[in-house]
Each structure stands twice: as structure tokens, then as C-alpha cells.
């Protein structure tokens, strides 16, 4: 009998939305060291010029890694897109081990200044995207030897420091995290692992920087502590480790890994601490 938590994804299947950039990216290319093989959901196929990483790029780097790449644009709005896209990644590598959920659009905007539209697209992205992605990788979860569903969201809070300034993208993050909630009840006796995870302190990605310069980069880590921290809960066996509202440094400090210095955009300089936390 293989072990049910072992300490690589060689030959796992993961199906990450938002992967093309970022912490989503992170998160494929430490797990394309293990040999996983890499379903990158996300909308930019075509290059931005203000925004860098296409899924086509996203996957040479995740091959170049040692994984497998399938690019696959999706708006995850669309269930009938998903529902194609995961008939492919089957088709491709056979199942679906893992879902990661980091697909998030973010607009800190009171209430007067959020247009409909935005409010939308927050919440159709990231409580009803989340959701929708899950769902329709279920069937594939359940077949499978040690699945995991892993979100990126903050722990659930109703502090209303957390809602008074930006109502709108605080619904939409507490409905992921809600989502976990329940998923982790729902599907405990499946064995399907369903946890969230968030960052102690801001991360420096592309969509960080189109916030306009709110936040500079050495106040912040990279996004590879945030990847580490997925990769030692994925390796975890799913009937024991699910329900847990991660952050990434609680998750390294319970593997030894205690000293970040190295994670720091500039090492020594203070950080800020990320949204939704004390």
C-alpha cells in the first residue's frame, strides 16, 4: 500500500485557476519540481502589456520546472468553459488529485465608488468562480488517491474594520472562505481535504502593482512562501488535514522552516502584515 501522504506530487494532477501569474504561478512551478502535472486555468492567453504571464508562458516555465503544462483559457464566470476544461485536463493526465483556487479579482472601493460591474466581477470571480471550479471537479476528486481542495482566502471574520472600507471584495473573499467551511464538513467523510490559505504579510505580484503603487514591494515577501506553504499541505494526508484556515508562516514554522528571511523582497526591511489580520 503507498503511502497516503507522501512527500512529493510526482505524477499528481493539479488544477489551478488563476495560474498564470503570481501566487497561482508559484504554486504550479513548485509543484512542476515534483514532476505534477499542471492544468493552468486563466483568462490571459494573449501578452498585456501592463499586466506580464500568459498561460503560454506560464506553461514553458512550469515544463522547463520538470512538470507537465496544459494552458487552457478559461473565464471561470463561464461553468460551461470550466466544464470544457476540466473534460481536457482528464482527457490530458487522466484525473484531477487537487484543486487550487487562487483566481481572485480585487477593487479595495467603498461602497459609493464600487460600480455594479466590479461588484460582479468580484463576487462572480472569486465566491462563485471558487465554487463553480469545485464543483465541477468533484467527480475527479473523488476518485482520487489523496485529494485536496485549497483556497486562497483569508479566515473567516465578521470584524467590521475588515468590511467598512472595501464591503464589496470582503464579501467576495469571506464567501471563498466560507466555501471552505462548508466544503470541509461536506466532504469529510469523502477524504476530500478542503483548506484555505492566506499570507501573513503582503505579497508582491503583478496585480499588487496595478493597485497603483499602494503598497512598494520591499515592504512585502515573494510569492514563493505562500507556494512552499501549499506544497507541505498538499503532501498531507487528506482525511487528517482538512478544515484549517492556514497562514504560510504557521504552516513552514510546523515544518521546520522558521527563518524567511530569504522569502523577503528586501531582506531586513519591515513588512506589512496582509488583509484580514491582526
Avoid at 32 to 43: E, L, R, S, T, Y
Avoid at 131 to 137: G, H, K, L, M
Avoid at 155 to 170: C, E, M
Avoid at 241 to 259: N, P, Q
Wanted: aromatic fraction near 6%; include cysteine.
Amino acid at each position: 500500500m503507498t503511502d497516503p501522504s507522501p512527500s512529493s506530487l510526482a505524477g499528481k494532477t493539479l488544477f489551478i485557476s488563476g495560474a498564470s501569474r503570481g501566487i497561482g504561478k508559484a504554486i504550479a512551478l513548485r509543484a512542476a519540481q515534483d514532476g505534477a502535472n499542471i492544468a493552468i486555468i486563466a483568462k490571459t492567453s494573449d501578452p498585456n502589456p501592463k499586466l506580464p504571464g500568459t498561460i503560454h508562458s506560464a506553461a514553458a516555465e512550469i515544463e522547463a520546472a520538470g512538470g507537465k503544462a496544459l494552458a487552457l483559457a478559461v473565464d471561470i464566470r463561464d461553468e460551461a468553459a470550466i466544464a470544457d476544461a476540466v473534460a481536457r485536463t482528464l482527457e490530458t493526465f487522466g484525473g484531477i488529485d487537487i484543486v487550487i483556487n487562487n483566481a481572485s479579482a480585487i477593487s479595495l472601493s467603498t461602497t459609493a465608488e464600487t460600480p455594479m460591474k466590479r461588484f460582479d466581477l468580484m463576487v462572480g470571480i472569486n465566491t462563485r468562480g471558487t465554487f463553480a471550479v469545485t464543483q465541477a471537479c468533484l467527480p475527479a476528486l473523488r476518485k482520487a488517491a489523496n485529494p485536496h481542495i485549497l483556497t486562497l482566502s483569508p479566515p473567516p471574520s465578521l470584524d467590521p474594520r475588515w468590511f467598512g472600507p472595501h464591503v464589496a471584495y470582503t464579501i467576495s473573499k469571506m464567501g471563498m472562505s466560507l466555501c471552505v467551511l462548508g466544503w470541509a464538513e461536506e466532504f469529510r467523510e469523502a477524504g476530500i481535504a478542503a483548506n484555505a490559505l492566506w499570507p501573513r504579510t503582503v505579497i508582491d505580484t503583478a496585480a499588487l502593482r496595478m493597485l497603483g503603487g499602494a503598497v512598494k514591494p520591499e515592504f512585502c515577501r515573494k510569492p514563493e512562501i505562500v507556494a512552499d506553504a501549499a506544497h507541505a499541505i498538499l503532501t498531507r494526508d487528506a482525511r487528517a488535514c482538512t478544515g484549517h484556515f492556514f497562514l504560510d508562516d504557521e504552516v513552514l514554522a510546523e515544518e521546520g522552516i522558521t527563518d524567511l528571511t530569504a522569502y523577503a523582497v528586501s531582506p531586513g526591511h519591515p513588512l506589512l502584515p496582509d488583509l484580514f489580520l491582526e
